[in-house]
């Protein structure tokens, strides 16, 4: 596992490294309304990649767009080798999420199973996983987002930041090349955030690729090596995290961080 | 917020009234019979004579709402699942079974199939005999299938769609999400609404009496024409209210202990 040296930024100077993540001028529209309109996107393996932006910007748009749940109207986009625009069965499709770890704003556990359950279905009924093999490692991601002592529980009697953490172990159950993290915080309760954040902070330094839409600037700005500030369905900026948020070169974004920091 | 207090208030004298036909049922049972038992002691004798006719009738009954419900059941899950579909053609059909069939009243439907099917089937050589007992079946079958594909729907539909995206993600199929996710959510909301109905089939069933099938009610008109005593005749239709209540008690009461353990997750 590579784990320790992706932490390093020295690693991404590395220019022969094909990105895990490629998005080229991808456009998608709702009706009328375009909320996609060019969108320009390199995430390499092991990268933590903060999208940020206002509301209505397109971040959550792209993170389904990169896991096929929704389709571009133009543009390309692959993962790894798999050109997920070009992708027109729901085989093909569930090939792709095998790989494509998704954790949602309202955590969706199941809420008819047990915690332990929730991580266990997608291993056993979709990957074929043997019982004793996919609940030892269930176990154990339960320990790493230190819910261990919950695995009977059920997701109603869990605070926000436990179902989400469990919604993290749910997705890394399977094993993803990357995860794709949609404002996992903004539901949350502000005592509860700082527990999901350490998880994503530990999974980051794993060397997992991450690419995180959220409001958390100064989480966004400690573990990503890049930051990618949307507007309108565009990328107006992106850069390093220092650059990004201490000397923004593009108006907008400046406009932007000047309002977050009151 | 005032509205939702109103509702509150409306929700909770609905609730208990829900339980006390039940309770008053029960007491009413025991003192009407212990009461009867001490002046007309020679009826009661006679009344338990008349049981295993009486038991035989209700073995009508009891096989009736089974096979009613059991059949509503598949038909009604069909429907709804039609109901579900994406194709606008199969979606009016549906829903146009499931109109016809829930607005009509279930005695009108059971002279409809008992008149309209032949009392036997020719298939070749062989006579397949079609008695007035199945006729009733089906006509019970047939709103209870269109009230079932209500439930099977509207429980689909409660699900919330998230859960769907959710499966997506986690690289489930359509069916598998239905299969693992959202059916057995929906088992868990459609059970209670599936009791009621099979409560409400279940005493239905007397109505086959009016097409001349001999079940429960039948069997107690039989003993009381026979005995033609006045006393003997309140007595064997006490009965018959206290055979029902045996029978469909217990299935309300399950019912509300399944509610209540499902309202916990």
Same mark, same amino acid.
């Given at each position: 596992?590579?784990?320790?040296?992706?932490?390093?930024?020295?690693?991404?100077?590395?220019?022969?490294?094909?990105?895990?993540?490629?998005?080229?001028?991808?456009?998608?529209?709702?009706?009328?309304?375009?909320?996609?309109?060019?969108?320009?996107?390199?995430?390499?393996?092991?990268?933590?990649?903060?999208?940020?932006?206002?509301?209505?910007?397109?971040?959550?748009?792209?993170?389904?767009?990169?896991?096929?749940?929704?389709?571009?109207?133009?543009?390309?986009?692959?993962?790894?080798?798999?050109?997920?625009?070009?992708?027109?069965?729901?085989?093909?499709?569930?090939?792709?999420?095998?790989?494509?770890?998704?954790?949602?704003?309202?955590?969706?556990?199941?809420?008819?199973?047990?915690?332990?359950?929730?991580?266990?279905?997608?291993?056993?009924?979709?990957?074929?996983?043997?019982?004793?093999?996919?609940?030892?490692?269930?176990?154990?991601?339960?320990?790493?987002?230190?819910?261990?002592?919950?695995?009977?529980?059920?997701?109603?009697?869990?605070?926000?930041?436990?179902?989400?953490?469990?919604?993290?172990?749910?997705?890394?159950?399977?094993?993803?090349?990357?995860?794709?993290?949609?404002?996992?915080?903004?539901?949350?309760?502000?005592?509860?955030?700082?527990?999901?954040?350490?998880?994503?902070?530990?999974?980051?330094?794993?060397?997992?690729?991450?690419?995180?839409?959220?409001?958390?600037?100064?989480?966004?700005?400690?573990?990503?090596?890049?930051?990618?500030?949307?507007?309108?369905?565009?990328?107006?900026?992106?850069?390093?995290?220092?650059?990004?948020?201490?000397?923004?070169?593009?108006?907008?974004?400046?406009?932007?961080?000047?309002?977050?920091?009151? | 917020?005032?509205?939702?207090?109103?509702?509150?208030?409306?929700?909770?004298?609905?609730?208990?009234?829900?339980?006390?036909?039940?309770?008053?049922?029960?007491?009413?049972?025991?003192?009407?019979?212990?009461?009867?038992?001490?002046?007309?002691?020679?009826?009661?004798?006679?009344?338990?004579?008349?049981?295993?006719?009486?038991?035989?009738?209700?073995?009508?009954?009891?096989?009736?709402?089974?096979?009613?419900?059991?059949?509503?059941?598949?038909?009604?899950?069909?429907?709804?699942?039609?109901?579900?579909?994406?194709?606008?053609?199969?979606?009016?059909?549906?829903?146009?079974?499931?109109?016809?069939?829930?607005?009509?009243?279930?005695?009108?439907?059971?002279?409809?199939?008992?008149?309209?099917?032949?009392? *036997? #089937?020719?298939? %070749?050589?062989?006579?397949?005999?079609?008695?007035?007992?199945?006729? !009733?079946?089906?006509? @019970? $079958?047939?709103?209870?299938?269109?009230?079932?594909? *209500? #439930?099977?729907? %509207?429980?689909?539909?409660?699900?919330?769609?998230?859960?769907?995206? !959710?499966?997506?993600? @986690? $690289?489930?199929?359509?069916?598998?999400?239905?299969?693992? #996710?959202?059916?057995?959510?929906?088992?868990?909301?459609?059970?209670?609404?599936?009791?009621?109905?099979?409560?409400?089939?279940?005493?239905?069933?007397?109505?086959?009496?009016?097409?001349?099938?001999?079940?429960?009610?039948?069997?107690?008109?039989?003993?009381?024409?026979?005995?033609?005593?006045?006393?003997?005749?309140?007595?064997?239709?006490?009965?018959?209210?206290?055979?029902?209540?045996?029978?469909?008690?217990?299935?309300?009461?399950?019912?509300?202990?399944?509610?209540?353990?499902?309202?916990?997750?």
């Amino acid at each position: 596992m590579p784990s320790i040296e992706t932490t390093g930024t020295f690693v991404h100077d590395e220019p022969e490294e094909p990105a895990l993540v490629r998005l080229r001028n991808v456009h998608l529209s709702f009706g009328e309304t375009r909320v996609l309109k060019g969108v320009d996107l390199n995430v390499r393996r092991g990268d933590a990649v903060s999208i940020i932006g206002p509301s209505g910007s397109g971040k959550s748009t792209i993170l389904r767009c990169i896991n096929g749940l929704l389709q571009p109207e133009r543009g390309e986009i692959h993962v790894g080798g798999t050109a997920v625009h070009a992708l027109r069965t729901e085989e093909a499709r569930i090939e792709l999420r095998k790989r494509v770890g998704f954790v949602f704003q309202q955590y969706n556990l199941f809420p008819h199973l047990s915690v332990i359950a929730n991580i266990l279905i997608a291993p056993i009924r979709i990957l074929g996983v043997e019982r004793t093999t996919a609940e030892r490692e269930a176990r154990e991601l339960l320990a790493r987002v230190r819910l261990e002592h919950k695995a009977d529980a059920y997701p109603g009697q869990l605070s926000g930041g436990q179902q989400q953490r469990v919604a993290i172990a749910r997705a890394l159950a399977m094993h993803p090349e990357l995860v794709l993290f949609d404002e996992v915080t903004s539901a949350l309760d502000p005592e509860t955030v700082g527990e999901v954040l350490a998880v994503i902070r530990e999974l980051v330094k794993d060397g997992m690729t991450c690419i995180l839409v959220t409001h958390e600037m100064r989480f966004a700005e400690e573990v990503s090596q890049e930051i990618i500030f949307t507007e309108g369905g565009e990328i107006v900026e992106h850069g390093k995290p220092h650059e990004v948020f201490h000397s923004p070169s593009n108006p907008r974004t400046r406009r932007f961080i000047h309002a977050l920091n009151g | 917020m005032a509205i939702e207090n109103n509702v509150l208030m409306l929700s909770i004298p609905v609730r208990t009234l829900k339980l006390d036909p039940l309770a008053a049922w029960a007491i009413a049972l025991l003192v009407g019979w212990g009461g009867l038992w001490y002046s007309y002691t020679d009826s009661i004798v006679m009344l338990v004579a008349w049981l295993p006719h009486l038991a035989q009738g209700l073995k009508m009954n009891v096989v009736i709402s089974v096979l009613a419900m059991g059949i509503g059941t598949a038909l009604g899950v069909l429907v709804g699942g039609l109901e579900l579909s994406h194709s606008r053609l199969t979606q009016l059909i549906a829903r146009w079974y499931v109109q016809v069939f829930r607005n009509a009243p279930m005695l009108v439907l059971i002279f409809f199939t008992t008149y309209v099917f032949p009392f *036997e #089937i020719h298939l %070749g050589s062989h006579y397949i005999p079609f008695p007035d007992w199945v006729k !009733a079946t089906v006509g @019970l $079958a047939l709103p209870a299938s269109a009230h079932i594909a *209500e #439930i099977f729907r %509207g429980a689909v539909q409660s699900i919330p769609t998230p859960q769907w995206e !959710a499966s997506s993600s @986690l $690289a489930f199929s359509r069916w598998q999400t239905l299969r693992w #996710i959202i059916l057995p959510q929906c088992l868990k909301r459609a059970l209670p609404p599936w009791m009621n109905l099979y409560a409400m089939i279940s005493m239905s069933t007397t109505l086959a009496s009016l097409v001349g099938v001999t079940e429960l009610l039948e069997s107690a008109k039989n003993a009381s024409n026979t005995v033609n005593r006045t006393d003997f005749t309140i007595l064997v239709y006490l009965a018959v209210l206290s055979f029902f209540f045996l029978y469909c008690y217990p299935i309300t009461r399950l019912t509300r202990r399944l509610e209540n353990r499902f309202a916990i997750h």
